[in-house]
């Protein structure tokens, strides 16, 4: 886990990483346009992510997935070292969630999104960007989005699904090529547009909004029978 959170830091600090924030900055603007009184968890490796919103958010944690104390953290805003089995948040308690670099490299990602569940309001949103499958950026190491497991799709809903969210939205995103063109603004965001357009499947990362299911594990309730007794019941002394 350490060595996955400082490649994410290098990544981050270069030109293409800056580039990738950017970009995916955007679908995250469009998802949370307002965050004026929330409190937001960030969950992964969040925190170039977060450093926008933390001004429009009256709280914003980034927690870093691991157990190892010699994170190296940030004193820019709120950071912390979970374990994404048991999140020490108390339930209810964030308004929003963003997961990245989070599931993909997660020991068990159904127990993640059960501990996000769990700590996520009742009316509160879910936004999840994994590596897509089909994607070219998760078929190179030298990016944190080629480390862990890449999604289809299908796959990331399904698992969604089962941690009882309801996807609301589900698109791919982050078409330009690795490293050359992030590094010009006007042309990676003309060929971000261009792609989705002509290649919706095929972006390097899937980015997913969800809602909680609240009745998705509740029983139902049993119903009221009557029976009628066809024998009649005489009481002996």
Known sequence: MLDEVR??????????????????GRRLADCWPDLRG??????GHTTPFLADLKDQAALTVAAHLGTLPDVALSHRQAECVVSGGCLPFPDLSFDRILMVHALETAPSGRELLRSAWKVLRDNGKLVLIVPNRRGLWAWSDTTPYGQGTPYSQ????????EAMFHVEMCETALYPPLFPLL?????????ERSGAAVLPACGGVVI???VKNLWGGVPL????R?????RRLVETG
Request: charged share 25%; hydrophobic share 50%; with cysteine.
């Open 7 to 24: 490649s994410a830091d290098v990544f981050y600090d270069t030109s293409a990483g800056a580039g990738v924030v950017r970009l995916l």
């Open 38 to 43: 929330l409190n937001v968890l960030g969950l």
């Open 154 to 161: 299908r796959q990331v809903c399904r698992l969604l699904q």
């Open 183 to 191: 590094r010009h603004t006007r042309l990676s965001a003309a060929i």
């Open 208 to 210: 997913l909004e969800a």
């Open 221 to 224: 309730a049993a119903g009221k």
């Open 226 to 230: 009557e029976f009628r007794l066809r």
